[in-house]
């Protein structure tokens, strides 16, 4: 398992940016698919957004087109650049880790607040 810190989380206006950072440390960070989860009040977690350790990416279709996620191994950070942000992406975002040749994360961030307002 690794240790997972993520940053960058707001308040934004509809239509507005933000970008979240997520910083790994203890572990082989390049060896990882990195993904970023939220959280929405009342709801269940959903999956929006992973890198593979190869650098391929899958985006859930609420944010596809709106959402660019990236990785730095050098700094063991990924991040998550939202663009166009809607009041129904108010959620927690979480970012989470697997080993590659695993199918189910094993590392969790605290989570990073994002609010959108109308």
């Known amino acids: 398992q690794v240790q997972l810190v993520e940053s960058g989380g707001g308040l934004v206006q509809a239509g507005g940016s933000l970008r979240l950072s997520c910083a790994a440390s203890?572990?082989?960070?390049?060896?990882?698919?990195m993904g970023w989860f939220r959280q929405a009040p009342g709801k269940e977690r959903e999956f929006v957004v992973r890198?593979?350790?190869?650098?391929?990416?899958f985006y859930d279709d609420a944010v596809r087109g709106r959402f660019t996620i990236s990785r730095d191994n050098a700094k063991s950070t990924v991040y998550l650049q939202m663009n166009s942000l809607k009041p129904e992406d108010t959620a927690v975002y979480y970012c989470?880790?697997?080993?590659?040749?695993?199918?189910?994360?094993?590392?969790w961030g605290q989570g990073t607040q994002v609010t959108v307002s109308s």
């Open positions: 989470a880790a697997r080993p590659w040749q695993k199918t189910e994360y094993d590392s």
């Open positions: 203890g572990g082989t960070f390049s060896t990882y698919v």
């Open positions: 890198i593979t350790h190869s650098g391929d990416t």
